[in-house]
């Protein structure tokens, strides 16, 4: 599956920026930005989860909503 085609045109020009860029980059330097994408994707992940959590309530436990429909 070629991800590339689902990207909006603007996406793709994004991306062909970014690898152009990339390409002049030296081995450290890749390897470094390597890792703070990851670190990035991390957080942002941590931080889509919190999310949900919240707008589905899941912290508030299966025992409390199973409360609230007995009452």
């Known amino acids: 599956m070629d991800l590339r085609?689902?990207?909006s045109l603007?996406?793709?020009?994004?991306?062909?920026?970014?690898?152009q860029?990339?390409?002049q980059l030296s081995q450290a330097d890749a390897?470094?930005?390597l890792?703070?994408?990851r670190e990035s994707m991390?957080?942002?992940s941590a931080t889509f989860r919190e999310i949900?959590?919240?707008s589905w309530r899941?912290?508030?436990g299966f025992d409390t909503g199973f409360n609230d429909l007995l009452t």
């Open 5 to 7: 085609k689902e990207l």
């Open 10 to 19: 603007e996406q793709q020009f994004e991306l062909q920026v970014f690898e």
């Open 21 to 23: 860029q990339v390409q």
């Open 31 to 33: 390897h470094t930005l």
């Open 35 to 37: 890792v703070k994408m």
């Open 42 to 44: 991390l957080y942002q």
């Open 52 to 54: 949900l959590k919240d």
């Open 58 to 60: 899941v912290d508030q």
